[in-house]
């Protein structure tokens, strides 16, 4: 049975930095045409995708939130990880992650299954 | 406002027919692949359709994906109260800065 499960903090303060770690588990990071994404969602409002990394270390960003956001991953140890920096009231949002599946280009075809989901509230 | 535009809400009655649309451009839907996501209210997404029509196992055939052009259509038959969720269309956009895309969102109502 495939896994995801995302853990980290509940609350940071504005500027901080948010360290999130998705722990996944049936399946491995080095799976060929597989990856881990991040998405989130504030309350009440549409998914976001934010990053992902493929098996082969590829990664992309979102466009927008590049240049606040890293993600690694730890193959022996089953883990992705989401760095994103300067947080803002305005990022508070149920962070997912989800186990990619690729195409042949490379590029996500779907994301199955999903984490639970963990809320991350920005405030002061 | 989401790259791929979806209705903010559809409904209809109970055993009835509900499509949902999902429109995008040449960069996303029109070259790569779509995906379907049912969120049912306090959960997390859940995969419907892969690969435009594809159903992953378990997903009953009353759910249904299409694609023609720049546009995906999410079919749902036979509705039931428990089908009351969000509903996101997914694909990856391959513009200049590529990334992934969600629609913005349909909540089906079942009257």
């Known amino acids: 049975q495939v896994t995801l499960k995302e853990s980290g903090p509940v609350l940071v303060k504005p500027t901080e930095t948010l360290t999130l770690t998705c722990t996944v588990s049936?399946?491995?990071?080095?799976?060929?045409?597989?990856?881990v994404s991040w998405i989130r969602q504030p309350p009440g409002k549409a998914l976001e995708w934010l990053a992902h990394?493929?098996?082969?270390?590829?990664?992309s960003y979102s466009t927008s939130l590049k240049s606040r956001l890293t993600i690694s991953k730890d193959t022996s140890k089953s883990q992705v990880v989401l760095t994103m920096t300067n947080m803002d009231p305005v990022d508070t949002a149920t962070y997912y992650c989800?186990?990619?599946?690729?195409?042949?280009?490379?590029?996500?075809?779907?994301?199955?299954?999903w984490g639970q989901g963990t809320l991350v509230t920005v405030s002061s | 406002q989401s790259v791929l535009t979806q209705p903010p809400s559809v409904s209809a009655a109970p055993g009835q027919k509900v499509t949902i649309s999902c429109s995008g451009s040449?960069?996303?839907?029109?070259?790569?692949?779509v995906s379907w996501y049912q969120q049912l209210p306090g959960t997390a997404p859940k995969l419907l359709i892969y690969?435009?029509?594809k159903r992953p196992s378990g997903i009953p055939d009353r759910f249904s994906g299409s694609k023609s052009g720049t546009s995906a259509t999410l079919g749902i038959t036979g509705l039931q109260t428990g089908d009351e969720a969000d509903y996101y269309c997914?694909?990856?956009?391959?513009?200049?800065?590529?990334?992934?895309?969600f629609g913005g969102g349909t909540k089906l109502t079942v009257l």
């Open positions: 040449s960069s996303n839907i029109g070259n790569n692949y």
């Open positions: 990394i493929f098996s082969n270390d590829e990664k």
């Open positions: 989800a186990r990619i599946f690729g195409g042949v280009t490379g590029t996500p075809n779907w994301f199955d299954p």
């Open positions: 997914g694909t990856w956009d391959s513009s200049l800065s590529a990334h992934w895309v």
């Open positions: 690969d435009n029509n």
């Open positions: 049936g399946f491995s990071l080095s799976n060929a045409r597989m990856g």
